[in-house]
C-alpha cells in the first residue's frame, strides 16, 4: 500500500482533525485562539502543498488501480490547494465574528478540499463516489453556517435535498455501470468500450447518462442549476467564495477528466453536451439581467460560463480539452477576485449583525452608486475584473472564450458557438451595468454600503485585476503548461 501518493490529502484532513481538537481543548482558555486556528490552516495549506508539487514525478497507480497521480492531478491539486490558502486569506474578518465556530468552518473547508482532491484522483466509481459525497456533507453544512440568517438555512435545506437526490442518480447509475460490465474502474471501462457505440450495452450507456446527469448538478449546468442562486445569496459570502472558486473549480476539472479518461471515444454525447452547454448559456445570459443581488447575479453568471466550457467539451479532442482547463483557469481567477471583492462589502449600520434584510441592501447592485468617488481602486479593479468576465478584448476572459470558440468551430460545430457568442454579447450587458452604475449613478441617501479596510484581500483583488491585463503577455507559458499537464 502506497501511502506517499495520498499524503497531500492525509495532511490536509489531519490538519483538520488538529484543528478541531485543539479549539476543543484551548478555545476556553485562550478567548483569541480563533488566530491561532487560522495560522495552522494556512501551514497545513502549506504543507499540502509542498507535497503536491513532489508529485509532479511519474505517474503512479495505488491501491490496486483505484487512484492515480500524474501531472494533471498534481496540477489541479495545486490549484485547489493555492485557491483554499487564498479563500482561508480572505476568511479572517469572518472568523472574528464567528469565533465560536471559527474551527468548525476552517476544518470544513479543508475536508470539502480533501473531498476535491480525491476526486479528481479517482480511478474507480467506488473512491468517485466516497470522494464526491465527502465534498458533498461538507458542503451541506458550510451552506447553512449563518444561524442567524434564515435564507443561509434555507440554502443549507436546499442544497442538502438536491445534492441528495443527485447522489441518487449518481449511485443508481454507478450500479448501472456495474451490473453490466461488472467493474467499476476507469481504465478497464475504457478498455471494455473504446471499440466505439456499437459495442456498448444499451444500459452501460444509460448508466454513464446518469453519472454525468449527477455531474451536471454538481457544477450547475443548466437546467440542473436550481440551486445555485438560492444558495449563492443565501450562505455567507466567504463560503459563496468557496462554492464559487474551489467547488465549482474541482468538479468542472472531474467532468473534464471523467470525458477524458472513460468517454472519450464514445459518439453520440456530443449532442447532449451541446444541449446543456445552449441551455447553461440561455439561462445565464437571461436570468442574470433581472436580478439585483450581487451574489445572485454572479451565480446566473457561473452557469453560463459552465456552458462555454461544455461546449469546447463537446468536440471531445485533445485541443477542446485544453481550452476547457484554460478557461477553468481564467474563470477561477475572476471568480476569486470578484467574490474578494465581495467580501470587502459590509452595512454601514454596525447593528447589521447578519440581518437578511440589511444584506440584501448590501449585495444590491444599486448600492455601488459612487463608488468609484468613495473606492477609486477598487472601482478600477472590479471594472477590469467585469470586463475580462464579459469577454472584452484585450482582458484574459476574452481569450479563453476565444480558444473554447475556436475548439468547438475545430470541433465540427458551427452553429452552436455562433449561439455562445450571441449570449456573451447578452450577458455582457449586466456585466457592464455594474460599470456603469459605479461611475455614472448619484449614490441615494439610504445607501448602507461601506467597504471593509483589510489591505489583504484588497491587494489580492488588485493583483488579480493586473493579472488580466496582462494575461496576454504570459498566454504561451500557460498553454504550454496545460498541455504538458494533460500529456499532449
Known amino acids: 500500500m502506497n501511502l506517499t501518493v495520498i499524503l497531500p490529502e492525509i495532511s490536509l484532513f489531519l490538519g483538520a482533525l488538529i484543528i478541531l481538537m485543539s479549539d476543543v ?42 487512484f492515480v497521480s500524474n501531472f494533471f492531478t498534481a496540477f489541479v491539486k495545486a490549484m485547489i490547494c493555492a485557491l483554499l490558502t487564498v479563500v482561508i486569506l480572505f476568511s479572517l474578518n ?3 465574528t464567528v469565533q465560536k465556530i471559527s474551527a468548525e468552518f476552517l476544518a470544513l473547508l479543508m475536508i470539502a478540499s480533501v473531498g476535491a482532491m480525491l476526486l479528481i484522483s479517482a480511478n474507480d466509481f467506488l473512491v468517485f463516489y466516497l470522494a464526491l459525497e465527502l465534498q458533498g456533507l461538507s458542503l451541506y ?46 481504465t478497464t471501462l475504457s478498455e471494455l468500450y473504446k471499440a466505439g457505440q456499437d459495442s456498448i450495452p444499451m444500459p452501460v450507456m444509460f448508466g454513464f447518462i446518469l453519472v454525468i446527469t449527477a455531474m451536471f448538478f ?22 459563496t467564495t468557496f462554492f464559487a472558486t474551489i467547488a465549482k473549480f474541482s468538479a468542472v476539472l472531474v467532468l473534464i477528466r471523467l470525458f477524458t479518461v472513460v468517454l472519450i471515444s464514445w459518439k453520440g454525447l456530443d449532442q447532449i453536451l451541446i444541449f446543456v452547454a ?53 474563470y477561477v481567477v475572476l471568480s476569486l477576485g470578484t467574490f474578494g471583492f465581495l467580501n470587502l462589502l459590509k452595512s454601514s449600520n454596525e447593528k447589521n449583525d447578519g440581518k437578511d434584510d440589511e444584506n440584501e441592501k448590501v449585495f444590491a447592485i444599486s448600492s455601488l452608486a459612487g463608488f468609484s468617488k468613495t473606492n477609486p481602486v477598487m472601482a478600477f479593479s472590479l471594472t477590469v475584473l467585469m470586463f475580462s468576465t464579459a469577454g472584452i478584448p484585450p482582458f484574459a476572459g476574452f481569450f479563453s472564450k476565444l480558444f473554447v470558440i475556436m475548439a468547438a468551430v475545430r470541433g465540427g460545430f458551427v452553429i452552436a458557438p455562433i449561439v455562445a457568442i450571441l449570449f456573451s454579447v447578452i450577458s455582457a450587458f449586466y456585466y457592464l451595468r455594474i460599470v456603469k452604475v459605479m461611475y455614472f449613478d448619484e449614490p441615494k441617501k439610504d445607501s448602507v454600503m461601506a467597504v471593509e479596510d483589510i489591505s489583504n484581500i484588497k491587494l489580492i483583488v488588485f493583483l488579480i485585476a493586473i493579472f488580466n491585463l496582462v494575461f496576454v503577455v504570459f498566454l504561451n507559458q500557460i498553454l504550454v503548461l496545460i498541455n504538458n499537464c494533460l500529456g499532449f
Not at 454538481?218 to 463560503?239: N, Q, R
Not at 447575479?297 to 480539452?321: D, I, M, P, Q, R
Request: contains cysteine.
Open 94 to 96: 469572518f472568523l472574528y
Open 218 to 239: 454538481k457544477i450547475s449546468a443548466a437546467p440542473f442549476h436550481m440551486w445555485a442562486p438560492d444558495v449563492y445569496e443565501g450562505s455567507a459570502t466567504i463560503v
Open 278 to 330: 445552449l441551455t447553461s448559456l440561455a439561462v445565464g445570459s437571461f436570468g442574470a439581467i433581472w436580478q439585483k443581488n450581487l451574489k445572485r447575479l454572479f451565480a446566473y453568471s457561473s452557469v453560463g460560463h459552465v456552458g462555454f466550457v461544455l461546449l469546447a467539451l463537446a468536440a471531445l479532442n485533445k485541443e477542446a480539452t485544453a481550452a476547457c482547463v484554460l478557461y477553468m483557469i481564467v
Open 25 to 66: 481543548f484551548l478555545s476556553k482558555k485562550f478567548k483569541e485562539f480563533f488566530y491561532a486556528s487560522h495560522l495552522l490552516s494556512l501551514i497545513f495549506c502549506a504543507v499540502s502543498l509542498c507535497l503536491v508539487f513532489k508529485s509532479f514525478t511519474q505517474p503512479e497507480v495505488a491501491f490496486n488501480n483505484m
Open 141 to 186: 453544512l458550510l451552506a447553512a453556517l449563518n444561524k442567524k440568517s434564515p435564507k443561509s438555512s434555507e440554502a443549507g435545506l436546499k442544497y442538502f435535498i438536491l445534492g441528495s437526490v443527485a447522489s441518487g442518480i449518481l449511485l443508481f447509475g454507478i450500479s448501472m455501470i456495474y451490473g453490466f460490465s461488472g467493474t467499476t474502474n476507469f
